[in-house]
């Protein structure tokens, strides 16, 4: 049995977002033929297209509207976990140690 991985959600909801494959890869840093190939692997999951594509844009199919919240709760779910449990604060002193004389010019004016 095959699994959905939160990367392709991710790639789904950029797409489903953006209208278009070209500008959904944008939104996630990818070329546009690795977006394009991960959703067809989401596709391939399924077993029915997620996109109904026109022109140089795509729509939800039936499938991809019931997916497209599950998949941005899910990453915003992600998200939010790795937040919390990641949140790596700095937290002390800084100090910075700068000559008394630099940035003056000097008896020339270099």
């Given at each position: 049995?095959?699994?959905?991985?939160?990367?392709?959600?991710?790639t789904?909801?950029?797409?489903?977002?953006?209208?278009?494959?070209?500008?959904?890869?944008?939104?996630?840093?990818?070329s546009?033929?690795?977006?394009?190939?991960q959703?067809?692997?989401?596709?391939?999951?399924?077993?029915?297209?997620?996109?109904?594509?026109?022109?140089?844009?795509?729509?939800?199919?039936d499938?991809?509207?019931?997916?497209?919240?599950?998949?941005?709760?899910?990453?915003?779910?992600?998200?939010?976990?790795?937040?919390?449990?990641?949140?790596?604060?700095?937290?002390?002193?800084?100090?910075?140690?700068?000559?008394?004389?630099?940035?003056?010019?000097?008896p020339?004016?270099?």
């Amino acid at each position: 049995m095959e699994n959905l991985d939160s990367d392709l959600l991710r790639t789904f909801v950029a797409v489903a977002d953006a209208g278009s494959v070209t500008d959904g890869a944008a939104r996630i840093h990818r070329s546009q033929s690795a977006t394009s190939l991960q959703i067809k692997r989401l596709e391939a999951i399924l077993g029915q297209p997620v996109f109904d594509r026109h022109g140089r844009g795509v729509v939800l199919s039936d499938a991809g509207r019931k997916l497209f919240p599950v998949a941005q709760d899910v990453t915003a779910r992600l998200d939010t976990a790795l937040r919390e449990i990641s949140q790596n604060t700095v937290s002390g002193k800084l100090r910075l140690g700068i000559p008394d004389d630099h940035g003056r010019a000097g008896p020339c004016g270099l």
